[in-house]
């Protein structure tokens, strides 16, 4: 096992340079840089502000060659790929263009919001989707798995985005009823407020974003739940615990259950991207400001090191959240050995 997980990190190596290298490449080979950004708001500056004088406006070519410096595109693409992998012993991902602060800061600062909507939804979903999906597959074919198959089925249906537009309109307006405040994760008064109070005003402006963003989340891991269950119970060894008169709730849940958890087990590996857990539609709507805004507006502005910042955490997140996962396989079912 201990060979595995050497060989694994190993691998993640060449894996991570892959990545980065592509999105560097293909970032600093699309038009409209900072550069070219920074540019024309001097052509604006030096016009008044107006679009329709902007032909006159001209920048020396000193002004470029310093600009040109100052962001570091004066070196080579590959030159300067090598100078960004060399910063990373450190996590340094550069000066952000648009913030003018480090990089690295920039993105962290943005973790509140987006790691407690990751953490609250992935709580959230596996303790409701397993135990309702065992509940499903040992009640199959009845009034429940029915109704709670078609309720999940529309809530698979539900666009995020027009969700959260519906419940801003009814629970958050004078229109209809206003419940639920809009706008950040705390109020303006949460210093001030006792613990018990802070918790709960966390969990008032939790309410509606959290509901947009999980409502579609609970139908593929119920049924994913349900069928390997269902599937696991069809093999012999269940059959022979049958025939020897145990109860059927036992048999589910002491003999088949540990096995069918194996398919569930994947997607443990990805609690470390709740990390970067963002929505772009979600956080826009709500007034968030998450990893999700902060990516989209990055990409937006040409901001190439909070973009290549994200990109190289994301990554990370994902190859040690895989191997993760592939280490939970052993907890579920030991008869499982990686060499």
């Known amino acids: 096992m201990i060979q595995y997980i050497l060989r694994r990190l190993l691998l993640m190596l060449p894996t991570l340079l892959g990545i980065t290298l592509v999105t560097f490449v293909i970032i600093n ?10 540019l024309q708001q001097i052509q604006e500056a030096q016009a008044g502000g107006g679009r329709s004088d902007m032909g006159s406006a001209q920048v020396t070519e000193e002004v470029i060659e310093d600009l040109r410096k100052q962001y570091g595109f004066d070196k080579p693409l590959v030159t300067r790929y090598f100078i960004w992998i060399k910063k990373l012993w450190d996590m340094d991902f550069g000066q952000s263009f ?6 690295y800061d920039v993105i962290v600062s943005k973790f509140p919001v987006s790691l407690q909507f990751g953490i609250a939804s992935l709580i959230l979903v596996y ?7 065992v509940y499903k ?15 999940l089925f529309v809530m698979y249906s539900i666009v995020p985005f027009m969700f959260g537009i519906l419940l801003i309109t009814f629970f958050s307006s004078d229109s209809f009823l206003d419940l639920f405040p809009i706008g950040g994760l705390v109020s303006d008064n949460y ?54 008169g145990l109860d059927k709730s036992k048999v589910y849940l002491k003999h088949a259950l540990r096995n069918s958890l194996i398919p569930v087990v994947t997607g443990l590996g990805g609690f470390l991207s709740i990390f970067f857990a963002g ?3 979600i956080e826009t709507i709500f007034q968030l400001d998450g990893i999700g805004l902060l990516g989209y507006n990055s990409i937006l502005a040409r901001d190439y090191n909070v973009i290549m910042g994200l990109v190289f955490l994301q990554a990370i997140a994902m190859l040690v959240g895989n191997l993760i996962s592939d280490l939970a396989y052993v907890v579920v079912d030991p008869r499982i050995n990686f060499k």
Request: glycine share 6%.
């Open 127 to 133: 303790l409701i989707c397993i135990p309702l999906g």
């Open 279 to 281: 929505s772009l539609l």
């Open 29 to 38: 080979l699309a038009p409209g840089g900072p550069i070219e950004q920074k």
């Open 98 to 103: 648009t913030y003018e602060e480090p990089a």
């Open 137 to 151: 597959a040992v009640n199959d074919g009845s009034v429940f798995d029915v109704s709670s198959s078609f309720i």
């Open 191 to 244: 210093e001030d407020l006792t613990l018990w109070e802070q918790i709960k005003d966390r969990i008032h402006h939790f309410v509606l974003p959290l509901a947009s963003y999980m409502i579609g989340s609970f139908t593929t891991l119920t049924f994913l739940m349900k069928n390997s269950l269902l599937e696991e119970v069809k093999k012999d060894y269940v059959r022979t615990a049958k025939a020897k």
